[in-house]
């Protein structure tokens, strides 16, 4: 790491006497391939649940962020009329995969600047029907054109992680089995049932090593989080709030060579900002949801974290370490894999399952003792950098 980058690290970091800023309620809708329904219809659900799990007036609501891909212009003031909240200002985001943790970022940095005390983070996607087969990068990427589509791209990075450090095709599916058996505990996630190793080794190959079972499919929902300064904490919870230590935005820095496609930098960087900014290091996480669009990308995400070493991850979750009554449990939610990925809205579900997790709500899949999360995105590519966006949350009970 560059002394500059270490300067940038350190300014951010440095954030000593702003306000404290704590998720008081949280709320979403059901996961899944959902044609009927429109993005103010699942936004309208996924915030009205946030308001009443937060137990306030809406009307305390000073300012909303929503975090969106491809749902049109204005998507966020279409779904404030929805609950009655029009007139406020409201910011749409768009940031690939990281959108509803963007939105999440936006208002966690409203209540540090002391611009507001009580601010709602929305992500919400329909995408039934909007693609046929994989989301490919924009069309004038170069390297779209070559075929890189992100089923390629990770299918790569699963190769070359292969190569380096021994891991086999049925270590990298065993994270979709265990990604599945959680989101059969979820009564939120897409897929409702646990499926075996041979299963998934026996699903319809995409991109080798990759299988079917080992992709994240086309989900419609959204998610909401009632954000709070810690005066109107004071004011107005009525439930012990969740303290979000942390929010760290970053994005991929120029790559004029080849890349190091068994290791993700963006993900390791990003991860120093937000430990350093919640004054805590990965061997304080207990837990942690992961973007794991793909098997290998939450090898290679776990792995950037620091949370496991560099190749020792798939043999991780072969011993059972990552399940929810593991050493570290990973995605207890089902992830991206289980759960499903409506792109806007998984960076707010991310944080939606820390916090019922925190708070000893999660039911089948609580973990036992959870302290302290941690909730990591990463939303596409861009020629030339190493990828567009990459958001981490870090939460504390």
């Given at each position: 790491m560059?002394?500059q980058?270490q300067?940038?690290?350190a300014?951010?970091a ?21 044609p009927?329904?429109t ?11 946030a308001?009443?799990?937060a137990?306030?007036?809406p ?6 962020y929503?975090?969106h ?6 998507v ?20 690939v ?10 208002g ?5 600047a ?12 329909c995408?039934t ?8 990068p924009?069309e004038?990427?170069f ?9 390629s ?5 699963a190769r ?6 021994g ?10 089995v ?7 505990l979820n009564p ?16 319809r ?29 004071r004011?107005?919870?009525a ?7 942390a929010v ?6 120029y ?10 930098p963006?993900?390791?960087r ?6 350093a900014?919640?004054?805590v290091g990965?061997?304080d996480?207990g ?18 974290l ?11 979750v ?16 089902g992830?991206?894999?289980g759960?499903?990925?409506p792109?806007g809205?998984?960076?707010v579900?991310q ?6 997790q ?5 039911g089948?899949?609580?973990?036992d003792?959870?302290?302290?999360g ?11 950098i ?12």
């Amino acid at each position: 790491m560059s002394d500059q980058e270490q300067f940038v690290m350190a300014e951010q970091a440095d954030r000593g006497g702003a306000p404290a800023v704590y998720v008081v309620g949280v709320g979403m809708t059901q996961f899944g391939k959902q044609p009927d329904r429109t993005p103010e219809d699942l936004g309208r659900e996924a915030v009205w649940a946030a308001l009443q799990d937060a137990a306030i007036d809406p009307r305390k609501i000073e300012a909303a962020y929503c975090g969106h891909v491809y749902q049109g212009m204005a998507v966020g003031q279409r779904v404030m009329a929805q609950v009655g909240l029009a007139g406020i200002p409201v910011t749409n985001v768009e940031n690939v995969c990281s959108s509803g943790a963007t939105a999440i970022h936006g208002g966690y940095l409203a209540i540090r600047a002391g611009e507001c005390d009580v601010v709602l983070a929305l992500g919400v996607e329909c995408l039934t029907g909007r693609f046929r087969g994989a989301l490919a990068p924009e069309e004038g990427d170069f390297e779209a054109l070559q075929g890189m589509t992100m089923p390629s791209i990770y299918a790569m990075r699963a190769r070359r992680h292969m190569e380096t450090y021994g891991t086999t095709a049925e270590q990298l599916a065993r994270v979709s089995v265990k990604n599945k058996r959680n989101a059969s505990l979820n009564p939120y996630a897409q897929f409702k049932k646990a499926v075996t190793l041979e299963e998934v080794m026996a699903s319809r190959p995409i991109a080798e090593p990759l299988k079917l079972m080992e992709c994240s499919p086309v989900s419609d929902g959204a998610a909401a989080v009632v954000l709070m300064s810690e005066r109107a904490v004071r004011a107005l919870a009525a439930r012990k709030p969740t303290r979000l230590a942390a929010v760290a935005l970053l994005s991929g820095t120029y790559e004029p060579g080849l890349t190091d496609m068994a290791f993700e930098p963006l993900t390791w960087r990003t991860a120093q900002v937000a430990y350093a900014r919640a004054g805590v290091g990965p061997e304080d996480i207990g837990f942690a949801e992961v973007h794991d669009c793909f098997s290998s990308a939450e090898v290679l995400r776990v792995e950037g974290l620091g949370l496991v070493p560099r190749g020792e991850y798939p043999r991780f979750v072969e011993a059972g370490h990552a399940d929810i009554g593991g050493k570290l449990p990973i995605n207890p939610s089902g992830g991206l894999l289980g759960k499903g990925h409506p792109l806007g809205a998984t960076g707010v579900a991310q944080v939606v399952e820390l916090v019922r997790q925190l708070r000893g709500e999660a039911g089948p899949r609580q973990i036992d003792g959870a302290k302290a999360g941690l909730a990591h995105c990463r939303g596409g590519k861009a020629a030339g950098i190493e990828g567009a966006a990459c958001t981490i949350a870090i939460l504390t009970a």
